[in-house]
């Protein structure tokens, strides 16, 4: 059997003490603070689905690109096998 050095749990430097409910005040300055955070966490959120979007763009384009040039480039060769016989 095991023996605990601490059966309860490690003692507390400090003994608790008891919270008091927040005053109307420290209420307001909150909830003021949280929508600021909320504005700003939503601008952020959008900036990052812009930059999102416009990367996907951009390498959809990109992929779009290569794959005609591979089709060009296949129908050439195919092209020039038929000329060729």
């Known amino acids: ?11 507390r430097s400090e003994p608790a003490t ?3 409910p927040p ?4 209420l307001a300055t909150r909830k003021a603070r ?3 955070e909320g504005v700003s966490a939503m601008a ?3 900036q990052q689905q812009r930059a999102t979007l416009e990367r996907t763009a ?3 384009a ?5 794959e005609k040039k591979k089709k060009s480039n296949g129908k050439d060769i195919a092209a020039k096998k038929t000329n060729a016989a």
Not at 62 to 66: M, Q, S, Y
Request: proline share 12%; charged share 45%.
């Open 62 to 66: 990109e992929r779009l690109a290569r």
């Open 23 to 26: 005053s109307r005040e420290d």
């Open 34 to 36: 949280q929508a600021l």
């Open 1 to 11: 059997m095991k023996t605990r050095l601490y059966p309860k749990g490690p003692p």
């Open 58 to 60: 951009k390498l959809r």
């Open 44 to 46: 952020e959120y959008e």
């Open 18 to 20: 008891p919270k008091l």
